[in-house]
């Protein structure tokens, strides 16, 4: 079985400040990692993933992200916050032969951007 | 790229009526449609499997017979929330897994509210 934690159902930042969303999972098979975000009323848009090979992974919009097996996170990150980034953001886990197949969703973190 | 094409973006209906909300691969065929459903101030849960062809598959403790999907042709799964309740109220979005080993391609999502 597979599950997905993140700390903080909120996290509030000054604009120009860094980024942090942290995201710890549980799997038994090797994962595949993902991080979505959600603007009010839209649907989900990836920021980014990690499947294979390089453990940190870059993404839109500045947002990056590094595959630590041996912590199980995938904390996601951004030197420099911009109003805009305010949003929900959501990490997910798959597995790796699931083909893309159905996800689980943390239970997301609302992200807030201070000016 | 693949595009996943989820309508109606928004919709509010009268309690004991009926609401279908449709997933549409745009440019790919998919076999398999997923079906989620976020409540608010929560992350996404899993609610269904469609298959293009066969029965759809339930996750534990979803009903299938107010929530029914049918996925009819390789384009396109629909989800009919029957008699509806406000307690239905929610936010409703698809996605269809990507070629190979890849995310998945998600819908904008449907936010249903029931009066």
């Known amino acids: 079985a597979q599950s997905v934690t993140q700390l903080g159902s909120h996290v509030s930042v000054s604009e120009g400040a860094l980024v942090l969303l942290r995201c710890n999972y549980s799997?038994?098979?090797?994962?595949?990692l993902f991080w979505y975000v959600q603007y009010p009323n839209q649907g989900l848009q990836l920021l980014l993933k990690?499947?294979?090979?390089?453990?940190l992974v870059k993404g839109i919009n500045g947002f990056e992200a590094e595959f630590k097996k041996s912590e199980t996170s995938f904390h996601l990150t951004k030197p420099s916050a911009h109003m805009s980034d305010a949003a929900e953001y959501f990490c997910?886990?798959?597995?790796?032969?699931?083909?893309?197949?159905?996800?689980?969703f943390g239970p997301g973190t609302r992200l807030s951007v201070l000016p | 790229g693949a595009v996943v094409s989820q309508h109606p973006s928004r919709v509010i209906c009268k309690s004991g009526t009926s609401v279908k909300i449709e997933c549409r691969s745009l440019?790919?065929?998919?076999?398999?449609m997923f079906w989620y459903r976020q409540f608010p101030k929560k992350s996404l849960m899993l609610m269904a499997t469609?298959?293009?062809?066969?029965?759809?598959?339930?996750e534990q403790g979803v009903e299938k017979d107010k929530f029914l999907i049918n996925h009819a042709s390789l384009t396109l799964s629909t989800l009919t929330v029957t008699s509806a309740h406000p307690e239905d109220s929610s936010f409703y979005i698809c996605?269809?897994?990507?070629?190979?080993?890849?995310?998945?391609?998600f819908g904008q999502g449907t936010r249903l509210t029931v009066v």
């Open positions: 996605s269809a897994p990507g070629r190979g080993d890849t995310e998945a391609f």
């Open positions: 799997s038994s098979v090797p994962p595949y």
């Open positions: 990690y499947t294979t090979g390089a453990t």
């Open positions: 997910a886990v798959t597995f790796t032969g699931n083909y893309g197949q159905n996800f689980v």
């Open positions: 440019d790919f065929q998919a076999t398999t």
């Open positions: 469609s298959n293009e062809g066969s029965k759809a598959t339930y």
